[in-house]
């Protein structure tokens, strides 16, 4: 009987790796296809992120739910227990991830047809290249049980608040330059901000990696490269 318990166990532990690992290649496909749609300026393309959000929200809700039932069911310990609240932390940032996907892809809905250079999105888009690639990063961690590559993302989080208040500080140049471009880049900053944030989501998750693997917490604080909000304002350059 007790081989039984240990062996169903098992079993949902496993479920519950394998559903966190489907809600974050969901979260990821969503970002690509959302920078995608703002490249293309493709609304179609847009319409179907902003429509795979409930089918995150959905597996998030049922992953929680599963992991809130396997603790009162198991009571689990030690690393047992740590796998649990680990796979409910990650989920809830994956989630957030997916709506910060959907919140560019109403953007893209906004800005669609508005005239506008190639050049400005460009660093929106090499912007996204750095995040996708933690995003990767980190879910292969997670599945990998590990804690070097998510501590290797943990510190390169600020590589993109650097890359971030540098392109915060272009568009604030290319509105200034020209008032055309106000509306477009206006849109454009909040995108940026956006992947920001999923960087830090990200982040986020390998911290809980590291915990689920090693026991132990990132004790030092993590270094922020965004000075965006000590920016003046245009009108006091």
């Not at 600020?158 to 020209?178: C, K, Q, V």
């Not at 998750?205 to 689920?212: G, H, I, T």
Request: proline share 2%; with cysteine.
């Amino acid at each position: 009987m007790a081989e039984h318990i240990v062996r169903a166990f098992d079993a949902d532990l496993d479920a519950l790796s394998r559903g966190v690992a489907e809600l974050g290649g969901l979260a990821e496909s969503m970002t690509t296809r959302a920078i995608e749609a703002l490249v293309r300026q493709s609304p179609a393309m847009a319409n179907e992120v902003i429509a795979l959000d409930a089918k995150l929200d959905a597996l998030q809700q049922e992953l929680e739910e599963k992991a809130v039932l396997t603790i009162a069911r198991r009571q689990p310990m030690a690393v047992d227990l740590r796998a649990v609240i680990a796979a409910i932390r990650v989920t809830h940032d994956l989630e957030r991830i997916g709506d910060l996907a959907k919140n560019i892809c109403k953007r893209v809905l906004a800005i669609t047809g508005l005239v506008q250079a190639p050049k400005l999105v460009k660093g929106v888009e090499h912007l996204s290249q750095l995040v996708l690639t933690q995003l990767k990063d980190v879910l292969d961690a997670y599945v990998e049980r590990n804690a070097e590559k998510a501590l290797a993302v943990w510190e390169h989080d600020e590589n993109i608040d650097a890359l971030y208040t540098s392109l915060f500080r272009e568009l604030l140049t290319y509105m200034m330059e020209d008032p055309r471009n106000i509306g477009v880049c206006a849109h454009l900053l909040f995108c940026a901000k956006n992947i920001e944030r999923m960087g830090d989501h990200a982040t986020n998750v390998a911290e809980n990696v590291y915990y689920l693997v090693t026991g132990g917490k990132l004790l030092a604080e993590r270094v922020k490269a965004d000075t965006t909000s000590l920016e003046k304002p245009m009108s006091a350059q």
